[in-house]
């Protein structure tokens, strides 16, 4: 909690600061970058720093922790919180380097802000700052207690690839194994994902996260955890260049993964992390569920839908999956397979470029008024671009269904924070 002092000062610093935090954030990476080479070469996302999405999503973050503060002081924002930890416990993320991060973050403020950065506000900023900092040390530390790793090298594990299966042009699977078979495999929960490392051509260890589409075995399923089988799955899309904006590059790690990986190799794999989760009461209970996915957005759904299939979830079921057409469908037999093992699971799969037959109201973007009435009390669980999460939600909102109920998964930084 800040001081009331310190709330004061945020409180009317709040526009200035809020105005230069993308300038503010553009020049800590700059600042971080040319001090620590390694940062950029091996933990963070080129592609996203290429394409400014990370500065927004930092500015984002910051700025919706502040507002927090000051508007709710009572309070801390434990679903921000979580989500920024998982990915950071995903990568590694030490408690040291949250050290680092201050020194130049503090350093591009002041050169943004100049004179206007005085003592006063200086602590008060700082005083949001390690708030926001050591409730994620917290939460790290956890994580990392739950897999029984430390943060850094401990982090990567080594599994290979035992077999590769190409589910649409741009989509392969990857099964893989622990090397060290001898050592228990972690269980995950269902819509969680892991980190994969990998070392490029010009020996940067890139990595990126991608959501466990598979390998839940049986016997851990009642648990709501994957521990029945030592196989996991990560189904992965080939992200070409000009994603989102013109001139993105394309995914450096995704475009290896495709063109280089193949039955036999390695990779470095973090342990499970991951908050969009189903809730402990939805696997086998009577709660109606609503699961929402675009494009690759489907791979977290995938691994619920088995969950809950494998649980004999009983409660109603309605799986919503927007996609360019049939073809472009990355596991489309899985996603039909195990609605259809569900008692009252129903699907709609909307295609922009459907085949022949399809029915016109499941044609275009997904809409909601294509679907039957939600049933009370509805639990919604979303991925997919923002745009297709946003419009969801808001259809989800209009039809009764509460805010609180509806949790989503970002592939990447988290702009919703920096745009909502």
Same mark, same amino acid.
């Given at each position: 909690?800040?001081?009331?002092?310190?709330?004061?000062?945020?409180?009317?610093?709040?526009?200035?600061?809020?105005?230069?935090?993308?300038?503010?954030?553009?020049?800590?990476?700059?600042?971080?970058?040319?001090?620590?080479?390694?940062?950029?070469?091996?933990?963070?996302?080129?592609?996203?720093?290429?394409?400014?999405?990370?500065?927004?999503?930092?500015a984002?973050?910051?700025?919706?922790?502040?507002?927090?503060l000051?508007?709710?002081p009572?309070?801390?924002?434990?679903?921000?919180?979580?989500?920024i930890?998982?990915?950071h416990?995903?990568?590694?993320?030490?408690?040291d380097? =949250?050290?680092?991060?201050?020194?130049?973050?503090?350093?591009?403020i002041?050169?943004?802000?100049?004179?206007?950065?005085?003592?006063? /506000?200086?602590?008060?900023?700082? #005083?949001?700052y390690?708030?926001?900092?050591?409730?994620?040390?917290?939460?790290?530390?956890? $994580?990392?207690?739950? +897999?029984?790793?430390?943060?850094?090298?401990d982090?990567?594990?080594?599994?290979?690839?035992?077999?590769?299966?190409?589910e649409?042009?741009?989509?392969?699977?990857?099964?893989?194994?622990?090397?060290?078979g001898?050592?228990?495999?972690?269980?995950?929960?269902?819509?969680?994902?892991?980190? /994969?490392?990998?070392?490029?051509?010009?020996?940067?260890?890139q990595?990126? +996260? =991608?959501?466990?589409?598979?390998?839940?075995?049986?016997a851990?399923?009642?648990?709501?955890?994957?521990?029945?089988?030592?196989?996991?799955?990560?189904?992965?899309?080939?992200?070409?260049?000009?994603?989102?904006?013109?001139?993105?590059?394309?995914?450096?790690?995704?475009?290896?993964?495709?063109?280089?990986?193949?039955?036999?190799?390695?990779?470095?794999?973090?342990?499970?992390?991951?908050?969009? /989760?189903?809730?402990?009461?939805?696997? #086998?209970?009577?709660?109606?569920?609503? $699961?929402?996915?675009?494009g690759?957005?489907?791979?977290?759904?995938?691994?619920?839908?088995?969950?809950?299939?494998?649980?004999?979830?009983?409660?109603?079921?309605?799986?919503?999956?927007?996609?360019?057409?049939?073809?472009?469908?990355?596991?489309?037999?899985?996603?039909?397979? =195990?609605?259809?093992?569900?008692?009252?699971g129903?699907?709609?799969?909307?295609?922009?470029?459907?085949?022949?037959?399809?029915?016109?109201?499941?044609?275009?973007?997904? #809409?909601?008024?294509?679907?039957?009435?939600?049933?009370?009390?509805?639990?919604? =669980?979303?991925?997919?671009?923002?745009?297709?999460?946003?419009?969801?939600?808001?259809?989800?909102?209009?039809?009764?269904?509460?805010?609180?109920?509806?949790?989503y998964?970002?592939?990447?930084?988290?702009?919703?924070?920096a745009?909502?």
């Open positions: 909690m800040l001081s009331e002092q310190s709330a004061a000062t945020v409180r009317a610093t709040l526009p200035v600061v809020g105005a230069a935090i993308g300038e503010i954030t553009e020049r800590f990476y700059a600042r971080l970058f040319e001090a620590h080479p390694e940062l950029l070469r091996d933990l963070f996302n080129r592609g996203n720093q290429a394409a400014g999405t990370q500065r927004q999503a930092l984002g973050s910051i700025a919706a922790f502040a507002v927090h000051v508007e709710h009572d309070e801390r924002p434990d679903v921000m919180l979580n989500r930890a998982h990915k416990a995903s990568l590694g993320v030490a408690p380097q =949250y050290g680092t991060v201050h020194r130049h973050l503090f350093a591009a002041v050169e943004v802000l100049g004179d206007a950065v005085t003592p006063e /506000v200086a602590a008060a900023w700082d #005083d949001v390690w708030l926001m900092a050591n409730a994620l040390i917290a939460i790290e530390a956890r $994580l990392y207690a739950e +897999q029984g790793v430390t943060a850094g090298a982090t990567w594990r080594e599994w290979e690839v035992v077999e590769r299966v190409e649409t042009d741009d989509v392969a699977t990857f099964r893989l194994r622990p090397v060290d001898a050592q228990a495999v972690p269980g995950f929960r269902a819509g969680q994902y892991v980190s /994969v490392q990998v070392e490029l051509a010009d020996g940067a260890r990595i990126r +996260q =991608y959501s466990l589409s598979g390998g839940i075995g049986a851990g399923m009642a648990a709501g955890s994957g521990s029945g089988s030592p196989i996991r799955q990560i189904s992965v899309k080939r992200v070409p260049g000009g994603v989102g904006a013109p001139g993105t590059p394309e995914g450096e790690v995704s475009n290896h993964l495709h063109a280089r990986v193949r039955e036999g190799d390695v990779l470095r794999v973090s342990p499970p992390y991951g908050d969009l /989760v189903l809730h402990e009461t939805d696997a #086998d209970a009577g709660v109606p569920l609503l $699961l929402a996915s675009a690759i957005g489907v791979t977290p759904m995938i691994a619920m839908l088995e969950q809950l299939a494998t649980a004999g979830h009983r409660g109603p079921v309605t799986v919503v999956h927007a996609d360019r057409s049939p073809a472009d469908h990355a596991l489309r037999a899985d996603h039909e397979a =195990y609605t259809g093992k569900l008692p009252d129903t699907a709609y799969f909307f295609y922009e470029r459907p085949a022949a037959g399809h029915p016109s109201e499941l044609t275009g973007f997904a #809409d909601l008024a294509a679907l039957p009435a939600v049933a009370p009390g509805t639990r919604a =669980y979303l991925c997919g671009p923002l745009p297709f999460m946003r419009t969801v939600r808001s259809q989800l909102i209009a039809r009764g269904v509460a805010a609180s109920d509806i949790h998964e970002v592939f990447g930084p988290d702009l919703w924070l745009q909502g």
